[in-house]
Each structure stands twice: as structure tokens, then as C-alpha cells.
């Protein structure tokens, strides 16, 4: 440990949380060069100058059933590390995101008395919604990365602070497409479709053949359309590549966001994948299907607003189609996109939308991440 306590503790669950904290370690050395940063970090963490006691990809897993193998292995890292923080170590501790493994460690060292912060809140407003009693026991303070989430916050007497969103920072205001074509080696003629059916195996075996189906009725429908997938893992090529049998589709390895840059619609799955192609003010229509057991419990405990998609939710309206589970045809995929891109009044609503979204989200995230938490230090009197 680093001057006998002089440090602020950053837990990162997995590489999304390493791109997360990076920014916020680099302003803490620059704002408040007294602390050091030590703690559960990714490679940019480390670059940014934060001292690792753990790689994050000691925490990076994913799938129920490698949770399940990896359990054992996860509680003894996180009793070592309740173990290692306190008060007496270091001033507070910052979990980045992976509410389930961070938010029983934040709760077990709060209640030895250290200030806790917990980046970007677990989805409380999608799903999940009891865990905001959760939330209240283990954090001081949640960092926000959407405007909306601070008056469910405020409601509940959780102390939360809205720092923005670091992706509105990182994607441009206004994209250049054919610029994205020409480092994807398109021609800037023509319509190029992105599909996203996520980054997990579960979700993509649900969703991809679905997609690919539509992806062949838009063939029919556009004769000169092309489509590309960006693949998040290479892992999952093999999967992926039963997309041939229907209609070709260019697999790309990462460069989701030239993808989304490049391209002239969306076929998405729910999650941050939406915000990127909203960000990129791209037409897009949000589908999604899950086994018909985990549907029902996910409609038994629900949300606490109407849509999944983060451009309805951030636009308070219907701004986009969601196609959920049953409605998640090929058919009623294809027509949806059609429409989208037959609409071209529509389409400028909607960038303008998409354009007001963009500068909500836009903050000095970094530096107003460090200043809450140094705000939650000096609150518990911390010196």
C-alpha cells in the first residue's frame, strides 16, 4: 500500500470498467496529486497511472454458467479485498460498474467505515428494480452516467451525482460516413446495414438468426443493400457465420464504431449498443428475445420505466421501435428498417433528437467524477 493509506481504491469488474475508470485515475493524479490510485485494474488503468493489485480480467466473466465454475474463486478475491480496504488503508473505495460482485464489497466495507462510491448505477430503472435498497446500503454515492437516473435517486435519498456519459465525449457530434466507409474499405454508394446482436453467446443464439433472417428480407426488399457485423469476439465467429446459409453478411472483428459510423441503419439488441447507434444518429430498430422463463421473471420484477431501448428512455418517448420477445419476428424486423429508411422526415426528427441526447450526455465526466469523490471523502471527514 502507497503512504500508509494516501490512496482512493478503484475496483473494475471488467474491460467496460477499466475504459470507465481510466479517464477518472488520470484526473485524480492531476486534480488531487496527494491520493494515488491502487486497486482492481485493466490496462488503461494501469497506463493511466493506477496500481494494480488485481488484473480486471480476474473478474471478467461472463455467462451463468461460467459464473457458476468461477464462483468460488470470485469470493475469495472479494473477502481478500474487504480484507485489504478500511479506513485505516485507504480513504474510499470506487467499484466501477459490476453491481454484483461490487456492491457486496462497497456494503462490507462501508460498515467498517470507509466511504464508498459507486460508477454508473446497476439498471434499477430497467430491471431489477429492488435493488436500490441494495444500493442504499453499500454506496455514500452513486455516479450517474444519464440525466434521468438523478430524480430516482433523489426520490429514494441516495446521494447521487450526474457526471455524464464518457461515449458522448469519444463518438462525434456530427459522423462522417463516408470517411468510416473508405477505413472499412466500402464504396460510399449504396446501403450498408450494421447488425448488433450483442457480445454474449447466450443473447446472440437468441437473437442473431433472427437478424440474419431479416437482414435476407431487407436483401429482397433493397437489392443493392450490404451488410456487416462487427464481431466483439472472435470467439464467436464460428457462431456467427451460419448468417451465409441466408444472406452474406461481412463479419468484422471490433471497429464497432466505424460500423455504426459507416453504416445507414441499425439492427440492434438492447443495451449500450443502442446509446452508440443513437450517439452516431443512425435509424435503428431495437429487437430482442431471451428464453421464455427468464422473460417472465424479468416482467415479474420490471423497471421502473415503459422502454429498454436507452434512446426511448433518454428521449422519454417512443423515438425508436422495440421489438420484444414474440414481436421479434424477421418479418416485422425488416419492415420496421424499411420504414426507417424510406422516412426521411422522420429520419431528421430523429437526428435532431438523437442530437439533443448527445449534448446531455456530454460532460467533463472525468473531472467531475473526481471531484464527487473527493466531495464523499471530505463529507465522512476523511483527512
Not at 471497429?255 to 452516431?280: F, I, N, Q
Request: glycine share 8%; with cysteine; hydrophobic share 45%.
Amino acid at each position: 500500500m502507497t503512504d500508509n493509506g494516501a490512496c482512493i481504491a478503484f475496483v473494475a469488474g471488467e474491460t467496460s470498467g477499466d475504459l470507465l475508470a481510466a479517464p477518472v485515475v488520470e484526473a485524480l493524479r492531476r486534480h488531487a496529486p496527494s491520493y494515488c490510485a491502487e486497486g482492481v485494474a485493466g490496462d488503461r488503468m494501469i497506463a493511466a497511472g493506477c496500481n494494480a493489485w488485481h488484473h480486471v480480467r480476474e473478474l471478467s466473466v461472463r455467462g451463468y454458467v461460467e459464473v457458476v465454475r468461477a464462483l468460488p474463486r470470485l469470493l475469495r478475491l472479494r473477502r481478500s479485498l474487504a480484507q485489504r480496504l478500511g479506513p485505516g488503508s485507504c480513504r474510499a473505495l470506487v467499484g466501477v460498474d459490476a453491481p454484483d460482485f461490487n456492491l457486496a464489497l462497497e456494503e462490507a466495507v462501508r460498515r467498517r467505515g470507509l466511504p464508498t462510491i459507486h460508477y454508473v448505477s446497476p439498471s434499477i430503472w430497467a430491471w431489477r428494480g429492488e435493488r436500490i435498497e441494495r444500493i442504499r446500503r453499500a454506496a455514500d454515492r452513486i455516479l450517474l452516467v444519464f440525466p434521468f437516473e438523478q430524480a430516482i435517486y433523489d426520490r429514494a435519498g441516495i446521494a447521487a451525482t450526474y457526471v455524464g456519459h464518457p461515449l458522448a465525449s469519444l463518438i462525434p457530434m456530427h459522423p462522417d460516413r463516408a470517411a468510416a466507409r473508405a477505413r472499412l474499405g466500402y464504396a460510399a454508394g449504396g446501403q450498408l446495414i450494421c447488425l448488433m446482436p450483442g457480445s454474449r453467446r447466450a443473447e446472440i443464439e437468441c437473437i442473431a438468426p433472427v437478424f440474419f433472417a431479416a437482414a435476407a428480407r431487407l436483401a429482397r426488399s433493397l437489392p443493392s443493400v450490404r451488410f456487416l457485423l462487427p464481431v466483439a469476439d472472435v470467439g464467436l465467429r464460428p457462431l456467427l457465420t451460419q448468417s451465409q446459409d441466408l444472406v452474406r453478411i461481412d463479419l468484422i472483428d471490433g471497429r464497432s464504431h466505424d460500423c455504426l459510423e459507416a453504416c445507414d441503419g441499425v439492427l440492434v439488441a438492447s443495451g449500450t449498443a443502442t446509446l452508440e447507434a443513437a450517439l452516431y444518429k443512425r435509424p435503428m430498430v431495437i429487437a430482442y428475445r431471451m428464453p421464455a422463463v427468464s422473460a417472465w421473471v424479468m416482467r415479474r420484477i420490471g423497471g421502473y420505466l415503459p422502454w429498454v431501448g436507452l434512446p426511448n428512455i433518454l428521449a422519454g418517448e417512443a423515438l425508436v421501435p422495440e421489438l420484444l420477445q414474440e414481436q421479434a419476428t424477421a418479418e416485422a424486423i425488416a419492415r420496421q428498417m424499411l420504414e426507417a429508411l424510406e422516412d426521411v422526415s422522420g429520419q431528421r426528427r430523429r437526428e435532431e433528437r438523437f442530437c439533443a441526447i448527445h449534448e446531455s450526455l456530454r460532460r467533463d465526466t472525468p473531472l467531475l467524477a473526481t471531484e464527487a469523490i473527493l466531495h464523499t471523502i471530505a463529507q465522512a471527514g476523511s483527512p
